[in-house]
C-alpha cells in the first residue's frame, strides 16, 4: 500500500484497512508506529500516494493530518485510527511491579483520555502504567 519512493522507513508505518465509519466500505490507513499522524510525518505521506490528507477535526476544531476513506472521502478519526493500531501493533512496557516487559493497552473507560493503560503481567495481574508514548 505504501509507495516505494517515500522517504520514511516502512518498518516505522502501519498499514491495514479498516471499515469506513460513514460508508462501510474497507479503506486502507497508514498510522506512525512511535509517533501522532498530526506531526510532520503526516505533511510528509500526504505528498505521496497515501490516503493521508489535511482534514477538518470536529472534536479539535482545527485542522490536521489525517486519514480519509478511498471510497467516500470521509476523514476516519485520529483517535479511532490509532486506537487500531494500538490493537494492531502494542507498546511493549516494562512493569513497575515485576520489571518484565509485557505489552500495553489503552484503559477501556475514562482512564484512557488520560493517557492511562494497563500491562497484564503473569505474577501480579493487571498493572495501571501510563502511555508509554507519552514520554
Known sequence: ????DLPVDPDQLLTWHTE?????EDTPVVWPRHDHLDTPIGDVLANYDTPVER????TLEKEVWGNVCQHCDSYQGNHYIRREA????PPVVECPN????????PDEGLGGAFGQG??????YG??????PRED
Do not use: A, F, T
Open 1 to 4: 500500500m505504501l509507495p516505494d
Open 118 to 123: 494497563w500491562v497484564s503481567c503473569p505474577e
Open 126 to 131: 493487571d498493572v495501571p502504567v501510563g502511555d
Open 86 to 89: 494500538i490493537e494492531i501493533d
Open 55 to 58: 482534514v477538518y477535526s470536529n
Open 20 to 24: 469506513c465509519w460513514q460508508c462501510g
Open 98 to 105: 515485576c520489571g518484565e516487559k509485557h505489552e500495553w493497552r
